[in-house]
């Protein structure tokens, strides 16, 4: 069952403490039997490449592919820019930006309100970081209070959280705690309905009481939320991030699972050793 509305009034670092057990598995009364049966016809007569290439091109909003730089690789061109000293090492596919945790973040300043304010989405990326500190991902955020706002953190335990906000309440999914190594995680939201996802498979989702405006005036940005340093204890990004994407539509189970791995894409990486499918 997914769960009720969950407005949160307390710190908002209390929820980055995900447990596994509050892991929930999707249910409900349409059987996804069809659907799987016609993706698996789909690989059949085209082959899985080419049914999740042509899918994962439509509604891609943003798309930075880190080899050595932070342009947007998709039509759009929001390219990013970097402040502090942002090195690149190897990552899951070719090379992924590393963050010192320090001073290193990256803005998009020129990626819009109106691709996710009100819109359904797809947050997408790879991530290889330690344990052991709230820091800020990913996110869209004026200030470190209730306030329109989309924000990412990683939990101590290397567990990932998106929170939504607006000036009434915000909510909040999040993925259990990983080992050490490459993880994908993906976000996504249609209408009122929010998931997580974990290497590719659903670990978490709620329903708002409302489909949501998250707008603000703020740019998206990389280890650049407002509760840095603030009292919850948030701290700048350290580690990997690698194959950053934005979709302004909710992605497929099947792209979601491709994109964690667990079909091929045609991806070439440059440590496929690396991509660890292993939840704690």
Known sequence: MKR????LTAPVCSVFNFRASRVQQRSGTASPIPSVLLVALLVLILGPDSVARAD???GLQ???EFEDNVFDSSP???DGQSSGDLQYASGVIGQAASFDGVDDKVLFPAFTDAL??????????WFNVPSGTLRSVLGKRRICALDPFIDIRMGPTRTMGLEVSTVAGNYFVGTPAVDSGWHHVAFTRAG???????????VDQMTTSAALDFSNTTALGLSSSPCIDSTDGTKMLMGGIDDLRIYNRVLTDFEIATLGGLFSDGFESSDT????????
């Open 62 to 64: 943003l798309h930075v």
């Open 116 to 125: 996710i304010g009100q819109n359904d989405f797809t947050f997408a990326y």
């Open 4 to 7: 009720d509305v969950m407005r």
């Open 76 to 78: 759009n061109g929001f």
């Open 273 to 280: 050793s690396a991509w660890s499918n292993t939840v704690q």
């Open 192 to 202: 009122t309905d929010l998931q997580a996802f974990l290497n590719g498979q659903l």
């Open 56 to 58: 994962l091109l439509d």
